[in-house]
């Protein structure tokens, strides 16, 4: 191990020992005896701004050993959907609901109308408050993202707190923190976006985390504490849950330089190769059937890799990219290795997915403000640079990969994160279980699923109740599917219909007919899954009854899941 690398882990696993005893009363061990069938502990792990073929077992070149091991040895999913933004995709992982009937039909404000208040609303349960009414140890790391956002009334006052130079109280509402939740422990961000360096709206349990070490870094804090958890929990009879909510490789582009160094020259030989490679590799794994999962056209192909002016910058930020992915995976390793130190490794299911497509947007156009600093702790200035001069990866710049390395992370998609074309709702998924799955080691399932079965999965394999009532509020029943009998590799009961709405995208999914509009135009389009994966062919003009039967779909759902009314707008 080189000596900088030893500095960071061990600065990091020295916080999260100190967070470990922080003020939670470690849980009571249940009563289960040492014959008795343990329910199997669980962890899912999340990606923020993910692309499809991101991993090197979706058919990236990113190397990913630790969770193409998940892969190999567990079940690749290649029809399962997010909601194609990050806090709506947690909203609805987290209480087995659409998001809007969870109360997060857009961001975190706070709005006046029911699918938009911002936050879990009193209506929902948690997969946390579900799993430990059924004896599980829980805990979470990493972004939460599912609060209402505190934000200073004067703009100075506001950039003064993310630079670290002021405090102005808590994050959010503390009845809406992760542990108020069902969590017993957590460490991690309230907020979306971070300085992966010196992360603000850090806190353990309800306590902000007010200094970081010097070599701190956000994913393998991230990473290191939820390894001491897992040992931690290990040491009890009881099951755990662990929900590990990453921000890699979420803008803005930050990295270890002995990472980026890995994909210095990876991608300079730009958009057009990268994404033909990894389609060839999806080909080849048998990810995908080239057949009837075409390759979509390049995002504004009218500019070649030859042609780019900004080839270098572009290289680099996809090098950054990578370098965050890599490391993430490092860290999944060493959870690993913890559950297999604790004896644990045998009956933990690992899901891994992300919770959106890559995400398209220019960070650096955005500026200060909000949830995004203008200076480091130590006063030097960040720079949000519109002209690719600042070559992205260290604290001190705001980047990010932009639509066309987007789209090539969404391969062979098309669109990325907002949408409710594929390229934005179309996750990968890894289920990992040795105990409990018994499908074809390394194998792909079919099986329809979204983010919000995971409830109905849970509540199957731990033998806990999904409530109809909870703390004195009636409960929306959970509109998720068990992937259990997938872990079998049986054929089973898929969703018949699955809807998404996100400021004006939207989708409705019935069998392998798929209706889709964008943010940018209402226009519906229509798609046979079953012969167009990749949506190449809109098809509505020759099944104009299929439009009308799916729009009138998708309106009863969004009048029927609070999708409407909208909120009204902010004078």
């Known amino acids: 191990m080189k000596k900088g690398s030893f500095i960071v882990s061990f600065s990091v696993i020295a916080i999260a020992a100190i967070l470990l005893l922080s003020g939670f009363e470690k849980k009571q061990a249940d009563s289960l005896s040492p014959n008795a069938t343990r329910k199997p ?25 630790n969770i193409d091991f998940l892969a190999n040895n567990g079940i690749r999913y290649t029809q399962f959907y997010n909601t194609s933004r990050c806090c709506p995709t947690r909203a609805a992982l987290l209480t087995g609901l659409y998001n809007q009937q969870a109360g997060i039909g857009k961001m975190t404000d706070a709005e006046d109308e029911p699918g938009y208040r911002g936050h879990l609303t009193e209506n929902t349960v948690t997969l946390a408050e579900v799993l430990k009414s059924s004896g599980y140890q829980t805990a979470m790391t990493g972004k939460w993202h599912v609060s209402n956002t505190n934000v200073q009334k004067n703009p100075q006052d506001q950039l003064d707190w993310l630079n670290h130079k002021k405090e102005y109280g808590d994050f959010a509402p503390l009845d809406q923190y992760p542990t108020n939740r069902g969590f017993d422990k957590y460490f991690g961000n309230i907020w979306g976006v971070v300085d992966f360096f010196d992360p603000f709206s850090l806190v353990s349990g309800i306590k902000p985390v007010k200094n970081v070490p010097k070599n701190y870094y956000h994913t393998d804090a991230i990473s290191d504490t939820t390894v001491a958890y897992i040992k931690s929990f290990a040491k009890g009879s009881s099951p755990f849950f662990i929900y590990v909510a990453e921000t890699a490789p979420h803008w803005p582009l930050m990295a270890l330089p002995e990472d980026i160094a890995k994909y210095k020259d990876t991608y300079k030989s730009g958009w057009e190769a990268i994404r033909k490679a990894r389609y060839q590799k999806m080909s080849k794994i048998g990810l995908i059937d080239p057949t009837n999962t075409k390759l979509s056209e390049r995002w504004e192909a009218n500019l070649s890799w030859e042609d780019n002016p900004d080839k270098e910058w572009d290289a680099r930020a996809m090098a950054v990219h990578a370098a965050m992915i890599d490391r993430m995976d490092q860290g999944i390793g060493r959870m ?15 899901l891994f997915l992300s919770d959106n497509g890559a995400s398209p947007e220019n960070c650096a156009a955005y500026g200060p403000g909000f949830d995004r600093p203008n200076e480091t702790r130590d006063g030097r200035p960040i720079v949000y640079d519109l002209k690719k001069q600042i070559m992205p990866g260290a604290q001190t710049s705001y980047a990010s990969i932009g639509q066309r390395w987007a789209n090539v992370a969404n391969t062979p998609y098309q669109f990325w994160k907002a949408e409710s074309y594929e390229g934005g709702v179309h996750t990968p998924l890894v289920a990992f279980w040795p105990k409990g799955i018994t499908a074809k080691k390394g194998s792909y399932s079919a099986q329809v699923g979204h983010v919000m ?24 029943p959970t509109s998720g599917i068990s992937l259990a009998p997938s872990f079998q590799g049986k054929a089973t009961l898929s969703h018949e219909s699955l809807f998404n709405e996100h400021f004006g995208a939207r989708y409705a999914r019935s069998g392998n007919w798929k209706l889709v509009s964008s943010s940018l135009d209402s226009t519906w389009h229509l798609f046979n899954l079953a012969t167009d994966k990749s949506e190449t062919q809109d098809v509505a003009a020759q099944y104009p009854d299929k439009v009308r039967q799916l729009e009138n779909q998708w309106h009863q759902w969004a009048n029927s899941h609070q999708v409407f009314p909208k909120p009204s707008k902010k004078k």
């Open 41 to 65: 502990n669980i962890i899912v792990i999340m990606a923020d701004d993910m692309g499809f073929s991101d991993l090197g077992c979706y058919g990236g070149e990113i190397h990913t050993p």
């Open 453 to 476: 079965d995971f409830m109905s999965t849970f509540v199957e394999l731990a033998g806990a109740t999904y409530p109809k009532e909870f703390k004195g509020h009636a409960i929306t």
């Open 336 to 350: 690993i290795k913890a559950l297999r130190e604790t004896g644990q490794l045998d009956n933990t299911l690992i």
